[in-house]
């Protein structure tokens, strides 16, 4: 039996091991769908932290946050465009719905035509106290750089199945 355990356990790492790439997907999906991230929400919406500079708001301390939790998975002019575009959906929209996203599952695939596409499939559990816990499949497209190995240059979400619908209506 535990001769069995060991072969399945190196059979899944293996994935892992001989495309880097896809561990960094799932590590990114992780961070999006576990929670919400409490520190990142607080920082969002506490206005201690935001201030004007020149006629914009800034937020030096949730700037720095992200960076410091995402940088390592994204190349550093993709960072902030991935903040501002989707990076906060999910977790923002359970946040003030009253959801909490469980990431359950992850397939993340490496496309045939380019090197540096890859599709995710994530299998998201989101759950509302007192609820039963439902789940969703959530796919998208990544593309890694060409000229920082290793580091995500785009990240988009595609179908999610009804979750954004349902946890944005809050219902």
Aim: with cysteine; charged share 25%.
């Amino acid at each position: 039996m535990l001769l069995l355990t060991g072969v399945l356990f190196a059979a899944c790492s293996n994935t892992e091991a001989g495309d880097p790439n896809v561990g960094i997907v799932e590590k990114v999906l992780m961070l999006q769908f576990n929670g919400p991230d409490e520190k990142i929400m607080d920082l969002l919406q506490n206005p201690d932290y935001a201030k004007v500079v020149d006629g914009k708001q800034i937020n030096e301390e949730f700037d720095e946050y992200v960076t410091e939790v995402y940088r390592d998975y994204f190349t550093e002019d993709y960072l902030v465009p991935f903040f501002q575009t989707s990076g906060l959906i999910y977790p923002t929209a359970a946040k003030f719905s009253g959801y909490t996203l469980n990431l359950k599952d992850t397939v993340v695939k490496q496309t045939e035509k380019d090197s540096n596409r890859y599709t995710f499939t994530a299998t998201v559990g989101y759950l509302k106290d007192g609820e039963k816990e439902k789940t969703a499949d959530v796919s998208g497209v990544v593309l890694f750089s060409t000229k920082e190995q290793g580091k995500i240059g785009k990240f988009e979400y595609g179908e999610d199945n009804g979750l954004s619908k349902e946890i944005f209506s809050g219902e």
